[in-house]
């Protein structure tokens, strides 16, 4: 199935309950569009969108669930929680955050890992820093991401892709490393694909999110 994805595009669809666009249908019919327009593979969040989805495009999955706790910053599928309710999709790939920090409850991404594997899916690493990859392949991660990058307080917050970061783990990590984070134009995709050589990529936002677009047009015509 990962070789499905090889040298692709996928595309997340996702909006949370305080985005315009919060709909399990809305993002069915985003993940048609971008079936029809050539994505290889969908990102998305929560059990309901997965299942509207895969009433309606049959590719490889991603699952996430966001979910925030008190004891802890990791928002993405945090939990055992989460991982069984990603379960009762066909979500080939479940990815969680692998981050340095603290997860609620105490609970440890290695035996989430294994609790991924032993229910017989990929398990893809949401790192961001190269430190996080490192160690998320040695867990045991099937797949790293750099999704986090700039969204933890100790790694660098670039406006556009980690080129630096992405190549960085190709060269050194011998699980696949799919780029995911900021990829806003279809340039900054193919150097993270053609350049930097990273197995795939996800783009979300610039495909997926009329509200970031729409600012983006904006910004540029304010003095
Ligand atoms: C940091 C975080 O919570 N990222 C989320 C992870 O699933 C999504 O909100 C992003 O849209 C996704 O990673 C794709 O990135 P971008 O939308 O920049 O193409």
Redesign the pocket.
Known sequence: MLEELKGKLIV?C?ALPDEPLHSSFIMSRMALAALEGGAAGI?A?SKEDILEIQKTVDLPIIG?V?RNYDDSDI??TPTKKEIDELLETRSEII?LDATCRKRPHGEKVKDLVAYIHANNRLAMA?CSTFEECLEAEKIGFDIVST??CG?TPYSANIDGPNYDLIKKCVDELDVPVIA?????YPNELKKVLKECHAYAA?????IT?PK?ITERFVKEIQD
Do not use: F, N
């Not at 995911?180 to 806003?184: A, Q, V």
């Not at 996800?202 to 610039?206: D, I, N, P």
């Open positions: 997340s996702q990102r969040q996430i966001k928002y993405i990815a949401d999704t986090l969204y995911e984070g900021k990829i806003h996800v783009v979300g936002g610039a999110r970031e």
